[in-house]
């Protein structure tokens, strides 16, 4: 007999003896108590009336410090649920390990920075290994929000304003969490999240209300959903916006006809923390039974934390509110997630030995690549071995922020902070820290001003309106400028911010975001050219925080004054000029790197050809001309010049990162077909047109470098 077989009469078997109450009990998520409730939550789990838990206590956003994941309590309640639960069936252990474990990796919207998303799958990898061996079984992550809007303080857990990053940010993730197999050790379960448009709450207001449109949705925000379940992904979370006045965790639209039958997802949802309940508040349900009726009949399949579906459920279904093949179709798959998961053979966590010491290597190289160089004037950048430092900002001594939020599990007290780093590179004689910037003369040669934003300033529930540096940062750069020498500024920052009267104070600029445990380090490194900058931005930094939403991939107005992004002038605004302070997709080198004309072996092609899967060759050469080597980011956009719907001025289709030696040139080459041309009309349908389509490859989304190809 074939295994899926095996699989699905045992599902038929065990959950032909199982009662509706035991049946809820699967579809419930129920969060880890403290030590005062925990017999309370065993005898609710040997009753059968838990599926799932959830590894922390309280909507902590990943900030609240929770101790130490205790391996033996999970592997006690396990057994409890494998000996003495009615059908032995396993627990499933769900956390948010979003951007590392032990060790802290980069944030999520720096490690799309870094453009290397082996590295990033190998990194999850290492996640994973960490966190399966602390008894989880299931991620809570990729995030898979696309924003365009920084003042959201989550834009910082997902991969910023472009489909095609997010696609790939998907793939990497969740093949790095899965591995090879999911029964394999150190395999854990990715969680797809959260569908469906909940980075678009308005004003960037956390949990408000997002308006999509359908062509908005299938081109923007579905890619890498789409990605993420192509790659395997048999989780999703259900997200806690509304959309277009649809509560996500009640819409059948959505989580039915979008994401199963359209997307072809056929794994199980699990809500977001609450937000059953949350269906009462949303205007949609008028108590808990309404809202599981809605809930569970729209497609949410477990029930994360607020027990509506253990407490209402089995009388909705006397009722006749919710069907019991409803209910039947909701156990069963996450059992086939638990089954897949290996868990009925190998229920429990054993320790296995873990090299830390190599983790941290991975977290610093990814750091170093998510870090992106934004400004170096005079290339004061790198530092030279023999300069004498003077080094301010508070930011220079902190630690926990710099793992940025959801980071449950970094140790703090093993996270070197920038001072330290600094002094592994200097000695004594050559570095001064002074915190304040208070002494007015000093014979260094360059002041480096160490930023750091707080880490409760983002992640969860952390929207900000003022996406800017602090008073107190403002204070310390102006005292730093009075002292006359080059300015050099390392961000420790989490989200992107408004770069207008805060980029003009320094030669230099690192941004090296909230890039985990090794950052310090990997920052220290660049700083004195150790190690190449070659972060490109995966998010637009605008010039005020009043210009948002503002992201590359915009359409085109009818009137001039608004051409793309704002670049031309007089912009859009009477009073301020709204080009990006740094575009998307950009970022500096130490080096210069000139690109040549775009060459396309075909000019004109025909649709069918394309249809049929002809591929066309763009190429381009590009050449190291500046003084040292360097680690260039090609990309190729593409415009669809004319189509029955207007569409994106630039739209990101493929990069290519290469190494340059000083004085060496390359020949880049891409291979274009009906992925990179057609697009999804309103009804979802993949659409290609006959028309012009401009190919640009440069070094960001601005570059004018291009070829035109039709399609005939
Ligand atoms: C967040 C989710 C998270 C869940 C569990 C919610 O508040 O929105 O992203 O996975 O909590 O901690």
């Known amino acids: 007999m074939d295994m899926k077989k095996k699989s699905e009469d045992f599902i038929d078997q065990v959950l032909s003896e199982m009662t509706l109450r035991e049946k809820f009990g699967q579809l419930t998520q129920l969060e880890t108590v403290r030590a005062e409730q925990e017999e309370e939550l065993k005898e609710k789990v040997r009753r059968g009336e838990v599926g799932s838990i959830l590894m922390s206590v309280g909507a902590t956003a990943g900030n609240t410090p929770q101790g130490d994941i205790n391996t033996d309590f999970y592997n006690e309640l396990q057994k409890i649920a494998v000996e003495e639960s009615p059908h032995g069936i396993p627990l499933l252990f769900g956390r948010d390990v979003i951007h590392g474990h032990r060790t802290v990796y980069p944030i999520p919207l720096a490690m799309a920075a870094s453009f290397d998303f082996d590295l990033i799958r190998n990194c999850y990898r290492e996640i994973a290994e960490e966190a399966a061996n602390d008894s989880v079984h299931w991620s809570f992550a990729p995030m898979l929000d696309l924003s365009r809007d920084p003042r959201w303080g989550r834009i910082i857990e997902g991969y910023g304003e472009d489909p095609f990053v997010g696609s790939q940010m998907a793939k990497a993730v969740v093949e790095g969490l899965q591995g090879n197999a999911l029964d394999e050790v150190g395999s854990v379960l990715a969680c797809a999240k959260h569908f469906v448009g909940y980075g678009a709450a308005e004003g960037g207001r956390d949990y408000c209300h997002a308006e999509i449109s359908d062509y908005g949705l299938y081109n923007y925000y579905l890619p890498a959903f789409r990605e993420a379940i192509r790659a395997g992904a048999l989780t999703v979370m259900s997200s806690f916006n509304d959309l277009n006045g649809e509560p996500i965790s009640a819409s059948r639209y959505y989580l039915t006809e979008i994401l199963r039958d359209y997307l072809g997802f056929n794994g199980f949802v699990v809500s977001d923390y609450a937000a059953v309940h949350q269906l009462i508040r949303n205007g949609v349900a008028k108590d808990d039974r309404e809202a599981t009726e809605l809930a569970l009949n729209a497609g949410v399949d477990m029930d994360m934390w607020d027990s509506c579906y253990i407490n209402e459920g089995e009388r909705a279904v006397r009722e006749g509110r919710i069907s019991v093949e409803t209910v039947d179709r909701a156990v069963k798959k996450i059992l086939r997630v638990k089954l897949a998961k290996g868990l009925f053979t190998s229920p429990y966590c054993e320790k296995k030995p873990i090299d830390y010491a190599s983790h941290r290597e991975s977290a610093k190289a990814l750091a170093a690549k998510s870090a992106v160089l934004l400004k170096n004037e005079g290339d004061v950048l790198p530092l030279n071995r023999s300069a004498k430092v003077l080094l301010v900002g508070e930011g220079a001594t902190e630690r926990r922020s710099l793992h940025g939020s959801w980071a449950l599990d970094g140790k703090v007290d093993e996270t070197p902070n920038f001072y330290e780093a600094m002094q592994e590179k200097l000695p004594i004689n050559q570095l001064h820290y002074d915190k304040n910037c208070e002494s007015n003369i ?53 989200r992107p911010i408004a770069m207008q009267g805060v980029a003009e104070y320094f030669d230099a600029i690192l941004y090296a975001w909230h890039g985990g445990c090794e950052v310090a380090r990997a920052a220290a490194d660049l700083l004195f050219g150790d190690c190449l900058p070659c972060g490109r931005l995966p998010v637009t930094f605008p010039r005020r925080a009043t210009h948002l939403p503002l992201y590359y991939n915009c359409y085109s107005s009818g009137h001039e004054v608004n051409s793309y992004y704002g670049e031309c002038l007089p912009g859009c605004y009477r009073d301020s000029h709204a080009s990006p302070y740094y575009p998307f997709g950009y970022g500096l080198s130490y080096s210069s790197i000139r690109y040549g004309s775009v060459l396309c072996d075909r000019a004109e092609l025909s649709v069918s050809e394309i249809q049929a899967g002809k591929r066309f060759c763009v190429s381009v050469e590009v050449e190291n001309v500046g003084m040292r080597d360097a680690e260039e980011t090609v990309q190729l956009y593409i415009c669809d010049k004319v189509a029955k719907i207007s569409r994106p001025l630039r739209e990101l289709k493929s990069f290519r990162k290469i190494f340059l030696k000083k004085g060496e040139a390359v020949a880049v080459s891409f291979e274009l077909g009906i992925n990179d041309l057609g697009y999804y009309n309103k009804k979802g349908e993949f659409t290609l047109e006959a028309g012009d389509f401009d190919v640009f490859i440069g070094e960001n989304c601005l570059t004018k470098n291009k070829v035109t190809v039709s399609l005939k």
């Open 442 to 494: 000093t014979d260094a040669d360059v002041v480096v001003v160490a930023l750091c934003e707080d880490h409760y300033s983002s992640g969860e529930n952390a929207s900000i309106s003022h996406i800017s540096i602090t008073d107190y940062e403002k204070f310390i750069l102006k005292r730093a400028k009075v002292l006359g020498k080059k300015l050099v500024g390392v961000f420790f920052y989490g």
